[in-house]
């Protein structure tokens, strides 16, 4: 549109003065003013990061658990499928859409000797019980090593914590419970977050092992459920503490509690497995509409179906005389 | 019409049309005006200012926080003060932004050739819920460890996780205080100069301006 | 205000209070902004824009 365009725009429209600049700078002194009461007044929420070595300290069964799952290739992480490998366990698909697949693996994980094997193997250095136990898992057969760390798991469900270490039931577990148990310790110094982080390299700012290792185990998680943060506790619009949160995010996480999405069955192919995907692709519809709602017939009438406008200009309207459909409506 | 500024000249090859456009399109009058219509008569019009000057504070508060590098805010208490700006200015960002939309969806503000300046402000509406994402898995405590390790699933689920790794901290702040601060900025600008290149709609059922039969304006269905 | 927050917990509907505030101070704000008269009358300089 031209300067004469919006001239003709105006023609006939009755102008008053106005200081844009002013409406500005009040709006951003203002703002600055409120800002900095509520961040006085309230601060910001600021929970500290929980470490691997917090884990290994506050639950060392459940990090013991998760670590054998990671060792036996049957953890969310290590079934997770692209775009970490090539497995299948987390893949969602939705009809014809595969995207997940397709999109391939991009950020290679490899569980068991990233979060298990590797650390230990460095662990082992000056220690001739672990390096013995390595060497005999390494040296086992696939088989061998997966009836052994299949009754180490099952045992687990019954296990004890004492001093840090892991107790079972006597059983046939093979080099399962040192190999586990050195990792405690190796977690509860630290050593598996330096690990884990800085692996073959100096600088580092890629937290991908750490947070699928946490996020495999129930630490993490039951932390998060004591904040209502949980995917079905309406988490992503929740804060840590008494902050509000991402308030915007509600008919995204809206979702995640209702059915089909949240229902093991669903309907129309869709169901909790699917429920990323379905729900992204959802939302993706409705935002699109959003976007065209000036080109959508029946959405852009809203507005005159529902006069709140006639709030917002009812000034103009008792001056005017305008009405709907106005037939005398010329200004 | 009256105009301070002089005509442009014929000639001047591209750069002699470039300001001949601009002169034509949006003269600095147009671009900051003294006067406005007397339509302009609501509080409602004092949403998209304050969402503005919101994120003039969010994005100071941020190059503050990103001067002073991410340990600063956890450690130090001034840092901690600027974290809390950030913070409450991003809510007031939000807050307001929505309730401008609601604003111009229940005025219908994309009447009259005004299409694309609605398109523009969903866009930054989306691209700042973007930048707020990658802002929470930036922050390097227990909230962003968690959003990043939930948020996966879905970034993963939609193939987007070939691009995008949540849980690869200099990926996100890299895209949050560089690549969408920047992207939030020009669409806001541009959505100004929109609003500013074709006025301010005029409310519903006014008369179409030069029109002879003075019918309503519309682009609505009657 | 580290402590947990308090929720409103309806059938299927889980949120947090502070969540809850923003929202009805949002949609309070709305309606205050529809209501409350705007200040400032026809204005002495008032004119039909000329061409």
């Given amino acids: ?36 009461i509520l961040a006085a007044v309230f601060s910001s929420p600021d929970v500290p990061a929980v470490t691997i070595a917090n884990w290994a300290a506050a639950d060392p069964v459940d990090f013991v658990t998760t670590a054998t799952s990671e060792l036996a290739g049957s953890s969310t992480s290590a079934d997770y499928g692209p775009p970490y490998n090539n497995n299948a366990g987390s893949v969602q698909t939705l009809w014809f859409l595969k995207p997940q697949s397709w999109a391939g693996v991009h950020t290679p994980v490899d569980p068991a000797n990233q979060f298990v094997l590797q650390p230990l193997q460095q662990a082992a250095i000056g220690d001739p019980a672990l390096t013995a136990a390595l060497s005999t898992f390494l040296g086992a057969s696939s088989d061998q090593r ?13 296990a004890q914590a004492n001093n840090g270490q892991v107790t079972v039931a006597a059983g046939d577990y093979g080099p399962a419970p040192v190999l586990m148990n050195s990792l405690v310790a190796l977690a509860r110094s630290g050593g598996l977050d330096g690990l884990l982080l800085a692996s073959n390299q100096f600088f580092a700012t890629d937290y991908t092992g750490s947070l699928l290792f946490m996020g495999d185990g129930g630490y993490l998680e039951g932390l998060a459920n004591e904040q209502k943060l949980t995917g079905n506790q309406w988490g992503m619009m929740h804060e840590t503490g008494r902050y509000p949160g991402q308030a915007w995010l509600w008919l995204y996480t809206l979702g995640y509690q209702v059915p089909p999405f949240n229902e093991e069955r669903g ?65 | 019409m009256s105009r301070s500024q002089a ?29 406005q219509p ?71 503000g994309w009447r009259d050739g005004r299409g694309l300046t609605w398109v523009i402000g969903v866009v930054t509406f989306l691209a700042s819920v973007v930048a707020g994402f990658t802002g929470y ?15 996966k699933d879905a970034v993963n689920a939609t193939g987007m996780g070939a691009l995008f790794n949540p849980l690869n901290f200099g990926q996100a702040y890299g895209i949050h205080v560089m690549l969408l601060p920047a992207s939030i900025v020009v669409l806001v600008a541009a959505h100004i100069v929109m609003v500013r290149m074709k006025g301010i709609v005029r409310p519903i059922d006014a008369p179409t301006p030069g029109v002879a039969d003075a019918s309503p304006s519309n682009e609505m269905a009657s | 205000m580290d402590s947990p927050a308090p929720y409103f917990h309806w059938g299927f509907i889980l949120l947090s209070v502070p969540n809850l505030v923003v929202t009805g101070l949002m949609l309070a704000l709305f309606g205050a902004a529809l209501i409350v008269p705007f200040p400032g009358g026809r204005g002495s300089k008032s004119k039909s824009r000329k061409q």
Wanted: positive net charge; hydrophobic residues 55%; charged residues 10%.
């Fill in chain 1, 1 to 36: 549109m031209s300067a004469e365009a919006k001239a003709a725009y105006y023609r006939n429209v009755r102008m008053i003065p106005f200081d844009l600049v002013k409406e500005l700078a009040l709006a951003t002194g203002g703002v600055l003013i409120v800002v900095m």
């Fill in chain 1, 146 to 158: 997966a009836a052994w760390l299949d009754a180490y798991s099952t045992s687990l469900a019954d």
């Fill in chain 1, 267 to 331: 309907f129309l192919g869709i169901n909790s497995g699917n429920a990323d995907l379905a729900i992204t692709v959802t939302m993706g519809a409705l935002t699109l509409l959003l976007v065209l709602v000036p080109f959508v017939p029946g959405l852009r009438d809203i507005p005159r179906w529902i006069p709140i406008h006639r709030l917002i200009w009812r000034r103009y309207y008792a001056e005017k005389g305008v009405g709907p459909r106005a037939d005398d409506g010329t200004a």
């Fill in chain 2, 7 to 35: 005509a442009v000249p014929a000639g001047g090859g591209w750069t002699g049309a470039f300001r001949r456009q601009i002169a034509r399109r949006l003269p600095l009058e147009e671009l900051l005006p003294t006067n």
């Fill in chain 2, 38 to 108: 007397a339509y302009v008569h609501s509080w409602v019009y004092l949403f998209g200012a304050i969402t503005i000057a919101a994120l003039i504070w969010v994005v100071a508060s941020g190059v503050v926080l990103a001067f002073f590098g991410p340990q600063w805010w956890h450690h130090s208490s001034v840092g901690r003060f600027f974290n809390s700006i950030h913070f409450w200015g991003v809510q007031v960002f939000f807050i307001f932004m929505v309730l401008h939309l609601w604003t111009q969806f229940w005025a219908a």
């Fill in chain 2, 137 to 151: 898995i930036s922050q390097q405590n227990f909230a962003a460890q968690w959003i990043a390790v939930n948020a």
